[in-house]
């Protein structure tokens, strides 16, 4: 063997943002509570949790609280039914595995992996289109029209329609409740994508009229990678919960309370739906004071749009802390810098910053969610201080 | 909202076999090495490892290393690529969604999550019978007359075959270099679930004949759960690791590095990548004390036999650490205790003993790997002392 396992060691294997401001625009989420710091070394052996496994499913188990913990979740999102799975990418994948018929319609700011759950369970994908630069806005409507564009050319409405809450290209907040009329209206189930969304924002997905909702544990509910949650209504669990109907041919073998789309039983036993339970009680309290980070939110864009160039891209007023700039200033700056592009991410790593994509600065995105308003402050100012010190103006 | 937060508290989520012997026969190859836990806290927040994360996939990372260690890890079992998954299950998945068509044979003690995968997948199930009570075991020429009997019952060959090198229920070690050869023959693609063997036994993928690896990052290669290790061949690569080939229509997205059937990017971004990673270079020394390892376990099962009634069932001599016991003695115990069946459970916990699943006695399974020679002691001798408690002989 010539593996080179020095590089492995725990001084190799070092996080290189740590201590840092961390703005990566999926990372401000999943910073992990105290609480669920507590219990990590505890809970961190392989799938620890299924010490306390009795009837085969992660989901049912009584100690620690699981059980009791699904029901909350779905309490919290006011739906009827929850599960968990290996990410948001996992739960769409679940939810279009017990469709399988025909189309999904989505929004073309989706997500990757929605596109991908849809082509790996063979729907066909229409989209709907949003409105451009600068906003890149969807509107509700425009679903009612790409239904029946899907009707002309396939000669049925689409099967299943997914919205992404809040994009992650732009941090625009749609309106799903708009949207989930329009779909009950033609009867087709809505997925809510809320990766971007719920955890950090209150979400009543009765209210939304969402038929399903998706969330990301890791990027919105401060848990360790990966789980998603998965929430729908009495109305679908039949079908997406759906259980084995396999039985050996020559065992005879069956697994009746395995949920097929799941792999049988979901895995995120162990840290993943540990972390996400120790976390719950602060997420519960923290979407309530969702108010206070867009307060934070629109104040840092006035402040970088103080900055010759610098311009927001997206909707306006920003609704959420996931934003976008474009920065010709900066793109100017880096064609005559010998680091070229890379000359904002290691400005700003020198003044203990990361998150800004390295070699952007044409557009570049930042999340300022959790961020506290010295941490606000001290971000603006390294922008504001890069730019003075490569002569771009800055308003004051 | 009625939810009583309160249980979440960490003081309320503290893992019950904490400080006690864990022989669960799932627990014991999972539990996280001195070195995984040094890193733990460091990348514990969401998906940490995206931070550095510039190509779009977590496997083409290059800090941490982990576009070096897919290539040690494939190495290590000698194949030639490697991916990692939500666990052997999803591996599993991945597989069989880029074969989907026919049939698959496996062995008749394969794991539920292989019977699911088939399902999900749409895959006929053939199962190759075992040598039933007491030892069970997989004869490799059953395979050839099984591909037979598909051959026959649906007028072609099995798409795909797949063998549980070690199984759950007796942990018993099958032939597997000569069932790859009999699939070889028929040029069958072979499967190789490897959840409890690589990882804590030497896996050469190409003395095996092997197709496909699959192995259990969080069962069998101390890292925290989720996490599953595919390998393959280059033969199977470009089919297995397919790429997206979706292409929106309206915005002409496309996303050509992603590949489907691992939802694009695996989920395995944040603990349980750096975890399996922090604890490879143990593993890799691990593996090569099996031997060490064998001889514990046949100890043990020499003293528990020395138990009037309690008897190995599966293979013998042992060769795994994973073992299956019956106990008419103690099951009749059992029927005039108080506690039923729960009192092997309780007196074991008493001793400091965890795994035995509650409630079991006229059969259990227990795990010694990596129990040192005085727990093994212990756990022989408190089965002994509960037995004489309770009148039951034991020799000396």
Redesign the interface.
Known sequence: ??????????NN??????GMI?V?P??R????TE??????????????V???C?EGRVDLIK???IA??KK?VA??LNMDDVRFT??A??AK?VIM?GIKNGSVVLD?LAH??S??????NELK?????NSGYPEFKIEPEKYAETFEKVKEETGSYPSLALLTHVDYRYGNVTDAKEIGKICRDYNIPLILNTAYSSGIMEIDGRKLYADFIVGSG??SW?????IGILATNFDYTDKIFRK???R????G?A?TK?E??F??CS??????I??L??S??RV?ERVKKWDEEIKKARYFVRKMEEIEGVQLVGERPKNHTLMHFEAPTFHMIAKKHKKRGYFLYHELKRRGI??V???MTKNFKINTYGLTWEEIEKVINSFKEIAENYGVEVED
């Open positions: 063997m010539y593996m080179n396992l020095e590089r492995y060691a725990p294997l070092k996080r290189p943002s740590k961390n990566h999926i990372q989420g999943g910073i992990l609480e669920a710091r507590k219990i990590l070394e505890e809970w961190s052996d392989g799938y620890s299924c010490d306390l009795f100690t620690p609280p009791e913990f909350d309490e919290f290996a990410g990418r996992h994948f595995s073309s990757y992996t596109y991908i759950a849809a082509e790996l994908v229409y989209e709907v289109p890791h990027k401060a848990a360790t990678a990966p084995s109907k396999l050996g041919e020559w065992s073998r697994f395995k097929t789309s792999f049988g895995p995120v036993y162990g840290l993943p540990m972390t339970m120790a719950f009680p519960v990361v998150g994509h390295p070699g």
